[in-house]
């Protein structure tokens, strides 16, 4: 789980990792023979039984730095990813944070950019808004119009969601299926944990090889089994 790829001296949430960083991450994952691909890919690999080797790589609020800096480190090391972006909020920035810097989010142009290079473009909702505190308008507003507009803005199918701020109950499970989406990730493993609430592991500026090994371990012990998506999906 990455969010922005730049150079920055202020990041209080510790979601920034640098290129030079992100670079050898990437190097170390290729140097073990493993490949960063997208949820999308990696849930079908593994209703196909080839998932060996794979490991999903996620871009939490769709900050307009993926472009400018992660893509191409990416397309240097063979690896795709998956993007959550926020179609409310094209060109704008990251006002949900009230600490840090402002951070530029992709617009249209970038999306688009993203999906042209083989990214796979999710949804994030639509303001970043955290669902389990939003009324039942809100909630199917966000997850079913920011499907219809990224699937109008790049031409693909949207097979995936990202909760805002990691939160998920019940009730936003219940919209993000109903929306037609098929995944969704969280952060932490909890009693929703299967393929509407895939957990990750937040990768930062301070993983280097031998914590990327540990976290990946450790990531094994931490999580229930996703279910296998339908074979074609």
Known sequence: MYHSVTHTTDDPYRITVSPPRFERQLRWLRGHGLKGVSVAELLRARAAGTARGLVGLTFDDGYADFTAEALALLRRYDCTATVFVLPGLLGGANDWDPLGPR?????????QRAA????EVASHGLRHLDLTHVDEDTLHREVRDS?????????????GFCYPYGAVDL????AVRAAG?????????GPLTGRYALPRVHVGERDNGWRLHLKRSLHRWRREEP???????
Not at 103 to 111: F, K, N, T
Not at 181 to 189: E, G, L, M, N, V
């Open 103 to 111: 951070r530029p989010l992709l617009d249209e142009r970038g999306i």
């Open 116 to 119: 042209t290079w083989g990214m």
């Open 147 to 159: 499907r219809q507009l990224l699937r109008d803005l790049t031409g693909h199918d949207v097979a």
């Open 171 to 174: 009730r936003a499970v219940a």
């Open 181 to 189: 989406y098929r995944y969704a990730c969280a952060i932490d493993p």
């Open 227 to 233: 279910a296998d998506l339908p074979e074609g999906s």
